[in-house]
């Protein structure tokens, strides 16, 4: 991606429906609505095959990967594409149709946001 | 907590067991035994009730908060406890029993780790 968005939470390929939305965890309750598109995507991370393939995907070569790419975490490519298909859904990954292959990208303000949530921690 | 630690990511009321094993998803894949270690912490924030749970502790006044203090999310009091139980099992809450209550208290460091893991994007 190579343009710059003045908006840095906003990005073309997320879906609003899962954007993040919230303050930091410390700042107030959350309030239901918040704590429901919150916690899927906490959820979808909270799956140990499904961040296996997560930080895969994240820490491959050029940010990016197909399933092609990381099937060696014990389970049948089209499991790989039911959890990548999940984390998408979720809003932590995007993905792009290439020829034969579909390559997954890590959404990095999805991302961004939930370390935000967690990270300031000021007691 | 008063003194201050060498490690910043020991404290003496964490359970070796549920501490911060791994660096940024996007340094490698991790391996399996450390994704079931962090899979569970995403696990625990991973539904809504707990998720607003951890938020009215983590926001409460003085950064802790017993059950009576946060009985406002629509579920019973012993749901709360329970909910409150898987955090500390997690590893996200801490507590310390005095008098009557149990006092629950956020583990800093711990989050301060999953949001390190979260983080350090850098495409």
Redesign the interface.
């Known amino acids: 991606?190579s343009n710059v968005k003045a908006l840095p939470l906003l990005e073309p390929d997320v879906d609003p429906a899962v954007e993040p939305c919230c303050p930091p965890?410390?700042?107030?309750?959350?309030?239901?609505e918040e704590?429901?598109r919150?916690?899927?995507m906490?959820?979808?991370?909270?799956?140990?095959?499904?961040?296996?393939l997560?930080?895969?995907v994240?820490?491959h070569q050029g940010?990016e990967a197909c399933v092609c790419d990381?099937s060696d975490?014990?389970v049948s490519q089209p499991t790989v594409s039911h959890h990548l298909k999940k984390l998408k859904e979720a809003g932590l990954l995007t993905s792009e149709r290439r020829g034969t292959w579909v390559y997954y990208r890590?959404a990095?303000s999805v991302?961004?946001a939930?370390?935000?949530m967690?990270?300031q921690?000021a007691?």
């Open positions: 991606m965890l410390t700042e107030r309750p959350l309030t239901a704590a429901v919150t916690a899927a906490f959820k979808a991370l909270g799956d140990p095959v499904r961040l296996r997560f930080s895969s994240a820490s940010g990381i975490v014990g890590v990095p991302l961004a939930m370390a935000r967690l990270g921690y007691p």
